[in-house]
């Protein structure tokens, strides 16, 4: 276990690294919003598609990845279920508590763990932990319009024309579909293309570093209480469902590998993509995302050093 522990924390120190060099270069304004913006379009446009495309060509989906990916959703949808009770139990303002219920779904696992996943394990366990953010996704590109219409306080209307038109012209589903399709028909692929793949995909723990790093927003006093009960809610209920549902089914050291890594991932901020046309509070998600990143830099090492004796 000692030997795993180190191994954890050296593989790790180049994430610390990058992110205090962002850090860095974000106090000096040599990296601001615009730059995040800049790395946006290219991350999930472009870096995602050919990674997403160089993991899974080939490769075979098996039951028990089935049941991984549900077990995941399950998760995701029980989470938001309970803590929408227990935001109406606290009484908490109707645009906060729809922000936190939408980042109780969502796990920040493509821009968080894949590169403590890369550095420390194998192309198998990696696969699987890229299949769980692909059906996280998608989970919260279905449920997030959903779940911020029920919290607005406005009169908008929930349009189900427009959440299907973005399921079917989103790149990385659309590359999701594609090589899946190629792989059903056993279509060979030309080796120029994976070596791009491959080239584009090496830089994408980096970029995703960086894009998250900058991020970062800092919670303020009036709101530390709603974002520690937040915190430990869902990690306390997650602990719980998946401690029954891990012994329950799942028999691949792989898989469960996985899904430990996936489901210590912190709070994701993709849920502000609903603040502009939904009445919610970006802040809520901005900081939540921002406390739970922390702490999960502090224990993501202790957490892959468990997975590796797994």
């Known amino acids: ?126 696969s699987k932990v890229v299949l769980l953010d692909i059906v996280l996704f998608v989970t919260i590109i279905v449920l997030g319009p959903i779940i911020a219409n029920i919290y607005d306080s406005g009169e908008n209307k929930l349009d189900f024309r427009k959440i299907l038109k973005n399921l079917i012209t989103d790149p990385i589903l659309l590359t999701v579909i594609f090589t899946v399709a190629l792989t059903i028909l056993n279509v060979q692929v030309s080796q120029y293309f994976i070596n791009v793949a491959d080239f584009i995909s090496k830089g994408f723990s980096f970029f995703v570093l960086v894009y998250s790093t900058l991020s970062l927003t800092y919670p303020d006093k009036e709101r530390i209480s709603q974002v520690l009960q937040t915190f430990i809610f869902r990690n306390v209920l997650l602990i719980l469902i998946v401690a029954i549902l891990f012994s329950a089914v799942l028999e691949d050291p792989n898989t469960k590998k996985a899904l430990l890594l996936t489901v210590f991932t912190p709070f994701s901020a993709y849920g502000m993509i609903y603040t502009d046309k939904y009445r919610i509070d970006a802040d809520s998600i901005a900081q939540i995302s921002m406390f739970s990143q922390i702490v999960g830099l502090i224990i993501y090492p202790i957490v892959v050093t468990v997975a590796l004796g797994i």
């Open 1 to 126: 276990m000692l030997e795993n522990f180190q191994t954890a924390i050296l593989n790790s120190l180049p994430v610390f690294t990058v992110i205090l060099l962002t850090l860095y270069l974000r106090k000096r304004k040599v990296l601001n919003v615009e730059a995040k913006k800049s790395l946006g379009p290219i991350i999930f446009k472009i870096m995602i598609p050919f990674l997403i495309f160089r993991v899974f060509y080939g490769v075979k989906v098996t039951s028990e990845d089935l049941k991984l990916a549900l077990i995941i959703v399950i998760c995701s949808v029980l989470m938001a279920g309970a803590f929408g009770i227990y935001c109406y139990i606290k009484k908490w303002r109707l645009d906060v508590a729809g922000a936190l219920n939408i980042t109780v779904m969502c796990f920040a696992v493509g821009t968080f763990a894949f590169p403590f996943v890369q550095l420390n394990f194998d192309n198998n366990v990696f």
